[in-house]
């Protein structure tokens, strides 16, 4: 009988054992997916939108993906006659010059000390189709690698590849900005062609990439790694005129100007 008992005993010990280790493996993974969620939470990365707006409706923002996140618009036309959501944080009027490049550098350096950690540039023109598409698949890579994404065509070296380009008159395409824009108000370069510019602002950088359309993101890392001063100077280029020539090299030179791009993933389109 003292045999039969002890074994009863045993098995209560066993069972009480067993009890207690399955509720300390049911802690423990809770704990790791506890953990898991702040870290995962802790390590989001804060994402704004800024749009250099001219004449456009911004209808687009109603939509995914872009109705996920907070916009900065940089107004240069006569109206704010847009479409503003619930993620508008604010218009910043500016007088109609440089085009978005302008619109993009006096972005950097007036939130210098307070960009977000991923910024996506974007046109108030991003309904056309191919703009479209080309920021549907930049946004839907920021939110799959929680990183900036430069997306981008790629070449041997754009400095060398487009030494010899300039252009002596350009008009515009979007139909609501076509409405209220002047002719005939196009400014060469004062340094041209597109080489010798490039060279006057970064020397012999070999750079390998065009973000074109004005359609592209940055990390904050990637931007302050640079003074203020820096982007201040740049912007003197494009302070004059409503079309400069300038707009057309800048276009050709983000991966300059934020080079090197350490923590903003290159990607080609």
Known sequence: MKIIKNKKYIIIIIFILLFILLITLLFYKCYLNINKFYESFEDKKTIE????????????LQNEPYNKYSYVVYNKGINSDYYKS??????IELPNVGRESHSYLYHIINNYNDLKDI?????????DPIKKKESDKLIKMIEDTNSAVFISSQYNDVKNDFYSFILDDWEGTNEDNAKLLSKN???????????????????????????????????????????????????????NNSNPEEGHYFERS???????????IISSY
């Open 185 to 239: 108000n196009f400014e060469k370069a004062k340094i041209r062609p597109f080489g010798k510019w490039f060279e006057n602002k970064f020397g012999d950088l070999n750079i390998k990439n065009i973000a074109w359309r004005g359609t592209f993101s940055v990390s904050k890392e990637d931007i302050i790694q640079k003074p203020q001063s820096f982007y201040e100077s740049l912007i003197t280029d494009l302070d």
């Open 254 to 264: 983000w991966a300059a100007i934020f080079h090197p791009m350490n923590n903003t």
């Open 49 to 60: 939108i800024i749009i250099s707006r001219y004449n456009e409706n911004l209808e687009w």
């Open 119 to 127: 910024n996506i540039f974007l046109l108030g023109s991003n309904n």
């Open 86 to 91: 619930n993620n508008f944080i604010k218009e």
